[in-house]
T-cell receptor, first 112, second 116 residues
């Protein structure tokens, strides 16, 4: 595997389900990010981890819970989601200080 | 606060025609600027970036962009469009000061259609 990978690529879940999104970066980077991409809206930065420590949480509802067990892996745990949470969730990584971010292919989430 | 404005949510060009996608930014510090491309059902791929130095930057797939500080612009161009250029394009600005992480602010995107 190369670059940034995300699993699953597609996920359909009910509002009472609990699921997790997984991201893995194979680039040796030290920062990882979760973004939400909804139709007709700019990309929304959700969480930032630098050196496995959360450094940003952009007022994301508590039904989204991130986890970064090491510098290569990032999870987004989901529970009791709402239909408006349906979106493409993108993971990215970068090598700090300041550089471009490399994105994974995303997980298309549908909440019924 | 930083912001990015992309004029035109949809742009349509003919194959072989010039591609011009507009991006204006607002930043209180010298910015880092990026263009990303997103093909259907895929993540974002970096096309090119400006950090310092030469204001005309060349990227992949024949794209280039020019940083114009006086106009606060970073427009993306390609001399001759190809059918495979049909995608959504995002301009982004980075505040690379004050902190350990590189926070990117994205525009709302421009969907490029290429007509045969």
């Amino acid at each position: 595997e190369t670059g940034v990978t995300q699993t699953p690529r597609h996920l359909v879940m009910g509002m009472t389900n609990k699921k997790s999104l997984k991201c893995e970066q194979h680039l040796g980077h030290n920062a990882m990010y979760w973004y939400k991409q909804s139709a007709k809206k700019p990309l929304e930065l959700m969480f930032v981890y630098s050196l496995e420590e959360r450094v940003e949480n952009n007022s994301v509802p508590s039904r989204f819970s991130p986890e970064c067990p090491n510098s290569s892996h990032l999870f987004l745990h989901l529970h009791t989601l709402q239909p408006e949470d349906s979106a493409l969730y993108l993971c990215a990584s970068s090598q700090e200080p300041a550089s471009e971010q490399f994105f994974g292919p995303g997980t298309r989430l549908t909440v019924l | 606060a930083q912001s990015v404005t992309q004029l035109g949510s949809h742009v349509s060009v003919s194959e072989g025609a010039l591609v011009l996608l507009r991006c204006n930014y607002s930043s209180s510090v010298p910015p880092y600027l990026f263009w990303y491309v997103q093909y259907p059902n895929q993540g974002l791929q970096l096309l090119l970036k400006y950090t310092t130095g030469a204001t005309l930057v060349k990227g992949i797939n024949g794209f280039e962009a020019e940083f114009k500080k006086s106009e606060t612009s970073f427009h993306l161009t390609k001399p001759s469009a190809h059918m495979s250029d049909a995608a959504e394009y995002f301009c982004a600005v980075s505040d690379h000061y004050g902190g350990a992480t590189n926070k990117l602010i994205f525009g709302t995107g421009t969907l490029l259609a290429v007509q045969p």
